[in-house]
């Protein structure tokens, strides 16, 4: 099992930035990938950015790719995300997950409950 709890997030306005965190804790957090989702009122969960156990790959969306980074410390269990050059469209409750089945699958087994960002214009 991994508990994930998400924190960081918060109201910012449009161009500012805020770096969301997500402690681990449970099973190895060395040995999990670890990605960030996102999910807008009405609309479906959405992929934002991945990251291989020890931090040698990362993937991002097109619509994050250059404003956003996910890092992690595996000495902390925890991943971050790094968020820059924020627009209205990033407004949403943004989801820490961990993968069991590596960085290659895309799947990912275990949830947080979320931390809401809201962007204004």
């Known amino acids: 099992q991994v508990q994930l709890v998400e924190s960081g997030g918060g109201l910012v306005q449009a161009g500012g930035s805020l770096r969301l965190s997500c402690a681990a804790s449970?099973?190895?957090?060395?040995?999990?990938?670890m990605g960030w989702f996102r999910q807008a009122p009405g609309k479906e969960r959405e992929f934002v950015a991945s990251i291989n156990w020890n931090g040698g790959s990362t993937y991002y969306a097109d619509s994050v790719k250059g404003r956003f980074t996910i890092s992690r410390d595996n000495a902390k269990n925890t991943v971050y995300l790094q968020t820059s050059s924020l627009k209205p469209e990033d407004t949403a409750v943004y989801y820490c997950a961990a993968s069991i089945r590596g960085w290659i699958s895309g799947q990912y087994d275990y949830w947080g409950q979320g931390t809401q960002v809201t962007v204004s214009s």
């Open positions: 449970g099973r190895t957090f060395s040995n999990n990938a």
